[in-house]
């Protein structure tokens, strides 16, 4: 066999291999999808049978035939993905059962069951602030939600430890959105109850159906420690335990799959420049990627960067919180630089204070707000399985 035989045969074995590992996992995420049909309410019945009627052909291997077998109609379906690669992640549609009509707390109800070393999404629209746990998260993946007045889909997939905020206007209609039971690159994939469409949580677009190609709009949120988190926002709106289904909230079904260097489903490049599961934030400038080592930005405070030809800082003043700004104000761009002898992040062109929020508080500019920057944080092996050419800061 000759060199490129040999390697053909050797990148085939790896795939081989890390789609062999999902065997480990599957019965840690049927007994979860497996609580929506043995414990607690659901509404999801009849969601899912809307799914079946609209998504059923769009779905790999959903023909009458033998395992992996496609009708034409699977095959003439819009996707920009290979649809081979989009697997089943073992439960049913919704069988993992998004949260449609959440009930919230407050601050200090919610420490009744919070610890401060959970982690939180949490997300301010509108001078409106609330809060999801991710030990409930881990149990539905998806809430149906408005906040501020704009309806969202908070999303976390625990196989890449994504969490993703989308606004859930999709041509002019709000959609709700479920959980397909189907992954691609070891990714949460959703489906939306209007169209039976597929969307990619990592893509953050519709990957087949009706909306393949189009692109959700992504919304700033922060991923933090709860003990900060409650200290910063003590006015926020906490996500009930009362979601409407029976469900060990605070035990991760998960277990140990977050520290080992496992995975349990294909993904499409294997990427081992880092450690498959180190903890990065990851930009995108016009198809230009880079990512940023999660305890990088935490050590530095402040890292002023450019994606392509776009200027970006990030800030970390708190343990896990990142926030991504672009420091363009007024069209002047701002280098900023943190004081560790006074906590304070300046800009050294006048020289200003700036808060975490972004927010000039003393100074020349004085007033004045950065923009908030969307970005991807996660395990490195889900950012370079969907952006196989990214840089990795400083270079």
Not at 60 to 80: F, L, M, R, T, Y
Not at 260 to 269: A, G, K, R, T
Not at 313 to 326: E, G, I, K, N, Q
């Amino acid at each position: 066999m000759d060199d490129h035989g040999k390697n053909l045969a050797n990148s085939r074995k790896r795939k081989w291999l890390v789609g062999l590992s999902a065997l480990g996992v599957t019965g840690v995420i049927l007994s979860i999808s497996l609580y929506a049909t043995d414990l607690g309410s659901s509404s999801s019945g009849s969601v899912s049978s809307t799914y079946l009627s609209n998504t059923l052909k769009l779905m790999p291997g959903a023909s009458s035939g033998g395992a992996g077998e496609q009708s034409n109609s699977v095959k003439e379906v819009k996707h920009i993905v290979p649809i081979d690669q989009i697997v089943s992640g073992g439960p049913a549609p919704d069988g993992i059962p998004s949260i449609d009509n959440p009930k919230f707390l407050s601050v200090v109800d919610a420490s009744k069951f919070l610890k401060d070393s959970d982690l939180v999404v949490g997300l301010s629209i509108n001078g409106q602030t609330k809060v999801y746990p991710l030990l409930i998260f881990v149990w539905h993946e998806i809430v149906n939600d408005k906040v501020g007045g704009v309806p969202v889909a908070v999303t976390y997939c625990p196989l890449c430890f994504t969490a993703q905020v989308f606004n859930r206007t999709i041509s002019g209609h709000v959609v709700e959105f479920g959980t397909s039971g189907k992954l691609y690159n070891n990714n949460l994939v959703m489906y939306d109850r209007l169209s039976g469409s597929l969307w990619s949580q990592g893509l953050g677009e519709g990957i087949v159906g009706t909306h393949a190609g189009e692109s959700l709009k992504r919304i700033p949120f922060d991923l933090a420690y709860w003990k900060d988190w409650k200290h910063l926002y003590p006015n926020s709106l906490v996500l009930s335990t009362d979601t409407g289904f029976t469900r060990p909230y605070g035990v991760d079904p998960y277990g140990d799959y977050y520290t080992s260097d496992q995975l349990f489903f294909p993904i499409s490049n294997l990427d081992k420049r880092l450690g498959l599961k180190e903890f990065v934030v990851g930009l995108n400038n016009e198809g230009q990627y880079k990512a940023y080592i999660l305890h990088q930005i935490e050590s530095s405070k402040v890292i002023n960067d450019k994606v392509g030809n776009k200027s970006i800082v990030l800030f970390s003043l708190y343990s896990r919180m990142v926030r991504v700004y672009s420091p363009i104000i007024d069209g002047q761009t701002l280098d900023f630089q943190y004081n560790g002898s006074t906590n304070k992040i300046l800009d050294q062109q006048t020289g200003s204070e700036w808060n975490f929020d972004g927010i000039a508080v003393n100074g020349q500019m004085k007033g004045k707000q950065l923009t908030r920057v969307p970005f991807d944080e996660g395990f490195w092996f889900e950012w370079a399985a969907f952006h196989p050419q990214t840089m990795i800061y400083p270079d």
